[in-house]
């Protein structure tokens, strides 16, 4: 079983910057491929990006290639999502989520509880 715990959301405004970290609740984490989602009410999870275990490879939703960057840092059983030029649109809550495959589908198999992200125009 693996806890994941999403931080750094906030207020930002549009063009501005934040840094999403996900900590993990063990090692066991590094296993795992991880990735990032974000959901806004009403609508279905969409993917943003994935990285691999060993911190390669990594994929990115169209919407964000770019402007956000994803990272781990095994040592920390964490994981990042650094978002840069961010837009009104990019308001959402985010997730991170782990599992044994490496895709862009929202069947991971742990989930954290989400963090805000709102962007002001």
């Known amino acids: 079983q693996v806890q994941l715990l999403e931080s750094g959301g906030g207020l930002v405004q549009a063009g501005g910057s934040l840094r999403l970290s996900c900590a993990a609740s063990s090692s066991t984490s590094n296993i795992y491929h991880m990735a990032w989602f974000r959901q806004t009410p009403g609508k279905e999870r969409d993917f943003l990006a994935a990285?691999?275990?060993?911190?390669?490879?990594?994929l990115y939703a169209d919407s964000v290639k770019g402007r956000f960057t994803i990272s781990r840092d095994s040592a920390k059983n964490s994981m990042y999502l650094q978002m840069n030029s961010l837009k009104p649109e990019d308001t959402a809550v985010y997730y991170c989520a782990a599992g044994a495959v490496l895709h862009s589908n929202a069947d991971y198999l742990y989930w954290g509880q989400g963090t805000q992200v709102t962007v002001s125009s």
């Open positions: 990285i691999g275990w060993s911190g390669q490879p990594t």
